[in-house]
Nanobody, 121 residues
């Protein structure tokens, strides 16, 4: 059974940093891509960042220059380094992984349970 487990969230003052981690387990499939969404109360879910199999990255305009996405050497761990945090970064952060079925080649998305990030002024 595929599991994605996030960690690293917490409370920090504006201007501070946090590093989120997402550990994937329970599969031997290759990844089609991984990334992070966030959702604040009363707001739409927002794609924060993602990384493709060739290492290409995407960042939302709101986090460009402050957040960095990366993977561990084994590609089954995803990180999000968040610097110069702002109060508007407060949200639940969810990691996701698109994993390729080795039989039919289809990619299926799996989600973590989320980790809360709270930034105070």
């Amino acid at each position: 059974q595929v599991q994605l487990v996030e960690s690293g969230g917490g409370a920090v003052q504006a201007g501070g940093s946090l590093k989120l981690s997402c550990a994937a387990s329970g599969y031997i499939f290759s990844s089609c891509g991984m990334g992070w969404y966030r959702q604040a109360p009363g707001k739409e879910r927002e794609l924060v960042s993602d990384i493709t199999t060739d290492g290409s990255t995407y960042y939302a305009d709101s986090v460009k220059g402050r957040f960095t996405i990366s993977q561990g050497n084994a590609k089954n761990t995803l990180y999000l380094q968040m610097n110069r945090l702002r109060t508007e970064d407060t949200a639940m952060y969810y990691c996701w992984a698109d994993l390729r079925n080795p039989i039919n080649g289809a990619c299926t998305r799996y989600w973590g349970q989320g980790t809360q990030v709270t930034v105070s002024s």
